[in-house]
T-cell receptor, first 111, second 114 residues
Framework: GNSVTQMEGPVTLSEEAFLTINCTYTATGYPSLFWYVQYPGEGLQLLLKATKADDKGSNKGFEATYRKETTSFHLEKGSVQVSDSAVYFCARAGAGNMLTFGGGTRLMVKP | NAGVTQTPKFQVLKTGQSMTLQCAQDMNHEYMSWYRQDPGMGLRLIHYSVGAGITDQGEVPNGYNVSRSTTEDFPLRLLSAAPSQTSVYFC?????????????FGSGTRLTVV
């Protein structure tokens, strides 16, 4: 079946450090891929998405490129801020518009 | 435009009680789904619907029922609450077109079963 695997956290970084959160997915066709962010006590917010191979999704300084050859959709940001501290979820769409989520990665950014 | 509205936001149930979590969307989205979020496990799909009158099971459907009598509403029923159903529940609606897929999530219902 469909699955999404992302690196376990927590990831702890200093402000202005470079961020990578790895995400890989099972390759059944060409699913749309997503990154969601969840701030403490809140719901899910769409961070970015990509719908086909080599697409690059970007938002608020975050980027992720749809890599068909490695079935990956790694999240990157060049310079993190304290306000980026949150839990990040990678997800893929499947039949019936079902979303399959990774387990989430908690990011903590220290001043 | 309200998006996806979930009620209640918080609920405490006793073991064995039943209740319905409400979910309503006003975007005329065809697809709706329910997820539960447990610590360290991400979100898991409970049930989903591809249109009014059509529902199907997701990854963790046991102990839950759904129905989709209208496009707008997709209630989730807990038949006999158990402590293992303590979780945060999210409802989502979505669309799918030639230009892509989009999802809107509700703000969640935090359920505690004692």
């Amino acid at each position: 079946g469909n699955s999404v695997t992302q690196m376990e956290g927590p990831v702890t970084l200093s402000e202005e450090a470079f961020l990578t959160i790895n995400c890989t997915y099972t390759a059944t066709g060409y699913p749309s891929l997503f990154w969601y962010v969840q701030y403490p006590g809140e719901g899910l917010q769409l961070l970015l998405k990509a719908t086909k191979a080599d697409d690059k999704g970007s938002n608020k300084g975050f980027e992720a490129t749809y890599r068909k050859e490695t079935t990956s959709f790694h999240l990157e940001k060049g310079s993190v801020q304290v306000s980026d501290s949150a839990v990040y979820f990678c997800a893929r769409a499947g039949a019936g518009n079902m979303l399959t989520f990774g387990g989430g990665t908690r990011l903590m950014v220290k001043p | 435009n309200a998006g996806v509205t979930q009620t209640p936001k918080f609920q405490v149930l006793k073991t064995g009680q039943s209740m319905t979590l409400q979910c309503a969307q006003d975007m005329n989205h065809e697809y709706m789904s329910w997820y539960r979020q447990d610590p360290g496990m991400g979100l898991r799909l409970i049930h989903y619907s591809v249109g009014a009158g059509i529902t199907d099971q997701g990854e963790v459907p046991n102990g839950y029922n759904v129905s989709r009598s209208t496009t707008e509403d997709f209630p989730l029923r807990l038949l006999s609450a158990a402590p293992s159903q303590t979780s945060v529940y999210f409802c989502a609606s979505s669309y799918s077109t030639d230009r892509g897929i989009g999802y809107t999530f509700g703000s969640g219902t935090r359920l505690t079963v004692v």
